[in-house]
């Protein structure tokens, strides 16, 4: 059998890294992964198509995959949610592909590449479905210390904004013994942190089990020794239940972290995205989420711009994020997308003014998050070494989660390894990043 240089390159979120991760473990057993496109046989895109400068990205970044064509690449493959979202489009628009997968696909592939390899046949398979979870055996794209878990796939939740649930299907959660027997399995293989993702993880078991599940599982997956952190993204805050809050506050091992996309705080604006939820309860959940859980670290996602939104809206937003003082806070400008009810509504906003909100909010979030970081000087944390850039060590606290947060900067004389947990005491802030020195003492 043919042995092929593979190179992947993989877009968007967390949960597309997973399904590239489990790409690249159904192609390894004949095949060797390479970094560098250029020294490929075989090349293979997972796109990202859930806002217009995502689908942008991953367009350019196939045209530019395409060039190694003339070079040593045979087969361009293009997956993922721009695949799934406009595959008719793409096979008239991007001939420069070969093989076209979605979402609920990726089983389709070894067959297709031999297809392709044996009579030069072009492939397109763009499957929509509401019972597909892709699992099986996956090789990690982030350092083994560190490893992603998708608990639930799909989304319920028909935001008027997004594409989700048309590109991914129904909501729909793993079996909890499947998960476990991954995360036992990740942990044999040096995995110290283990990230829940799902499009709302709060809702876990609902389908499956006829309750929340997710305080169960956090439990469960506890109990494997050699896992330190479990860290929670993606919590709805409607969805945050009280048992929820009480296990988090408990467990040792779970990040006293938690991610709430609340997109936005005017209640009008929340009705019109179709949120589940309104000013009052996601107030009441901070609230108590913060009364309950030591140095709780909260993260949110803001998206301003959204059809309608007004300059009494907005300003109730900017208030909103001024007094509550989020730990770490992203804002994204309202995308238009085409297939969701928000984009037929009335009043689309000016790109212009989407700037302007965009850096207005992020200007309060810099104050915010510096004015945060100076209150941690002194403190001492556990950190998880990720790297060492000219001499200075690089990592991770509790309170940030790889690639969307922070760093820690600190100095060590002695060698590290990375995945190594030492405590270190912080020195100085800076807006989204800390510097510090190592405890000695908790070097290994």
């Not at 996956?138 to 935001?159: M, Q, S, W």
């Not at 829940?196 to 876990?204: G, H, K």
């Amino acid at each position: 059998m043919t042995k092929y240089k593979i190179g992947l390159i993989s877009l968007g979120c967390d949960k597309n890294r997973i399904d590239s991760e489990l790409i690249l473990g159904n192609l390894t057993n004949e095949n060797e992964i390479v970094s560098d496109p250029q020294n490929a046989d075989i090349i293979i895109v997972n796109t990202c198509g859930f806002i217009e400068s995502s689908k942008q990205e991953s367009i350019d970044t196939i045209l530019d995959m395409a060039k190694y064509k003339n070079e040593n690449c045979k087969l361009l493959i293009a997956t993922g949610c721009l695949t799934q979202r406009y595959s008719t489009e793409l096979q008239e628009l991007m001939p420069e592909i070969d093989i076209m997968l979605g979402v609920n696909d990726y089983n389709k592939l070894n067959s297709y590449i031999n297809e392709f390899f044996s009579s030069n046949e072009k492939n397109t398979s763009c499957h929509y479905s509401d019972t597909i979870i892709n699992e099986g055996q996956r090789v990690l794209t982030t350092p083994k210390h560190t490893a992603y878990i998708r608990i639930a796939e799909g989304c319920d939740n028909f935001c008027t904004y997004c594409i989700i649930p048309k590109i991914r299907g129904k909501y729909r959660s793993r079996n909890m013994e499947n998960i476990i027997q991954e995360a036992k399995e990740l942990a044999e293989n040096g995995a110290k942190e283990i990230i829940l993702v799902a499009q709302d993880t709060t809702r876990y078991g609902v389908d499956l089990y006829g309750e929340y599940k997710l305080p169960k599982l956090i439990r469960s997956l506890s109990e494997i020794n050699s896992i330190e952190w479990i860290r929670i993204l993606y919590c709805y805050p409607e969805e945050i239940t009280d048992e929820l809050i009480d296990e988090i506050a408990i467990n040792d091992k779970v990040c006293n972290y938690l991610d709430i996309p609340i997109q936005h705080i005017s209640n009008s604006v929340l009705k019109r995205m179709n949120r589940r939820t309104t000013k009052e309860l996601i107030t009441e959940n901070i609230s108590k989420m913060r009364n309950k859980i030591k140095d709780l670290s909260l993260r949110t996602s803001i998206i301003v711009g959204f059809p309608g939104e007004t300059d009494k809206e907005f300003n109730e937003l900017k208030d909103f994020v001024s007094s509550i003082k989020f730990d770490k806070l992203g804002v994204f400008k309202y995308s238009q997308e085409e297939g969701t009810p928000a984009a037929k509504m009335n009043e689309q906003i000016d790109e212009d003014i989407k700037q302007r909100r965009e850096k207005e909010l992020m200007l309060i979030q810099q104050r915010i998050s510096k004015e945060n970081n100076k209150q941690k000087i002194g403190k001492k944390y556990k950190v998880l070494v990720e790297e060492c850039e000219d001499g200075c060590w690089v990592g991770r606290n509790y309170e940030m989660a790889p690639e969307i947060d922070g760093a820690i900067f600190f100095k060590c004389d002695k060698i590290l390894n990375i995945g190594d947990s030492v405590e270190v005491l912080i020195t100085d802030a800076l807006e989204y990043d800390l510097i510090g020195v190592v405890c000695y003492e908790s070097c290994k």
